[in-house]
């Protein structure tokens, strides 16, 4: 196993450990994880509000470099990791539960779940096979997930500030708990309805809102485009509205993400697809992300598919034992979930550079995306933590 593979730092620096020290400052008591190293405790503890804004998709990279200057940048605190994978899936799991995904099991857009036979979309909560809504076959993601909701570890008010396009999805009712669920229409809407509900009682408060537009934005064009640039500019400018509008309230704003991005060219863009020897040592779909595949391997056939990879791809991929991932801690520290072995498969894919690996399955739109996540290269585990006492 390569250096080229970056392990997060769940002792004291992930997005796992922030979590750990805003359910410690809401009252609360942390499950796995020690508070974060970067944050300092009596502040946050002392805040009558806490504010955690996640941008998804704005990595270190991105705020340090094309958005140097920036009034987000100029406010940043640390560097901190992602968990791994680093994809929205796993990430925001973490943010909705305060664990690893060592813990809550969610390990990649496409997870392998055993105990239904089916290969599950578990954001939009759909079969892979036939994009079919699995709460319509009697199945809820309360069960099928069985995570305790983040907010219910508190003892403070809680409130969600989601778009209305995903608030009441299968997987963020699940993840809801007690907390009030506040929804929005656009970027301005978001940053208004921030506002109006840190001012709307005197209560000790906990607020977590969520902005999808520059991960969308990022897939579509390139996190190095010119639209994301744009489209930052304005996050930005709202953002310094935001501060102002909160001054006076006790307020600790932190803003965070949940991964970075790379771009990816046509020419690094690899289908199993395009090799049927692959393809037929496989008894499942291609699971986890383009950029971090788990492979589900028929019976004797590990060896071929090493010695595959080994000729034909090691350029762009390193292939690893899923356990061994597992044992290294890729994935967390501590107890692990009851079926973690079985969603990361026997072979990991690890892509190097910015190569993507995908699979298409019959009746399956082509994909068509610049930026991609969810690999183990630094640009994609860093992630930022910007604080602001308001």
């Not at 730092?9 to 809401?26: F, K, P, T």
């Amino acid at each position: 196993m390569t250096n080229s593979i970056f392990f997060p730092n769940y002792h004291d620096g992930c997005i796992v450990n922030l979590m750990s020290s805003i359910i410690a400052s809401r009252g609360g008591l942390p499950q796995f994880y020690a508070p974060l190293k970067a944050l300092e405790s009596d502040s946050l503890n002392e805040a009558k509000n806490v504010v955690l804004l996640v941008i998804d998709g704005l990595g270190y990279d991105y705020l340090t470099q094309q958005a140097a200057g920036s009034i987000m940048q100029q406010h940043l605190q640390a560097c901190i990791h992602a968990v791994a994978p680093p994809t929205t899936a796993a990430s925001i799991s973490t943010f909705l539960t305060g664990l690893a995904p060592q813990q809550h099991g969610l390990t990649g857009w496409y997870t392998w779940f055993r105990e239904l036979g089916s290969v599950v979309t578990v954001l939009p909560f759909l079969s892979r096979c036939n994009r079919a809504d699995l709460s319509l076959s009697g199945i809820t993601a309360e069960t099928l997930y069985a995570h305790r909701p983040v907010f219910d570890l508190m003892h403070d008010a809680c409130y969600s500030i989601m778009p209305e396009s995903l608030g009441r999805s299968a997987f963020n009712l699940a993840h809801l708990g007690k907390a009030e669920q506040v929804m929005y229409a656009d970027l301005k809407h978001l940053f208004t309805r921030v506002s109006e509900t840190v001012r709307c009682n005197d209560k000790r408060k906990y607020l977590y809102a969520y902005w999808p537009g520059f991960d969308a934005l990022a897939h579509d064009h390139g996190v190095g485009s010119a639209v994301v640039a744009d489209h930052f500019s304005r996050l930005d400018e709202t953002f310094e509205q935001l501060i102002s509008n909160l001054a006076g309230t006790e307020t600790m704003l932190l803003l965070c993400a949940d991964h970075g991005f790379v771009d990816t060219p046509d020419e690094k863009q690899l289908s199993v697809n395009d090799w049927p020897m692959l393809q037929r040592c496989l008894q499942l779909p291609l699971c986890g992300e383009p950029r971090l595949g788990y492979c589900y391997v028929r019976d004797s056939m590990q060896p071929q598919v090493r010695d595959f990879v080994s000729a034909e791809l090691s350029h762009a991929i390193e292939i690893v034992a899923s356990a061994d991932l597992i044992r290294r801690g890729l994935f967390g520290l501590g107890e692990q979930h009851a079926e973690l072995s079985a969603r990361v498969g026997d072979l990991t894919l690890v892509m190097k550079e910015n190569y993507v690996l995908t699979q298409r399955l019959p009746g399956e739109p082509a994909l068509q995306m610049r930026g991609f996540h969810g690999g183990l290269s630094r640009a994609e585990m860093e992630v930022p933590l910007v604080t602001v006492q308001c």
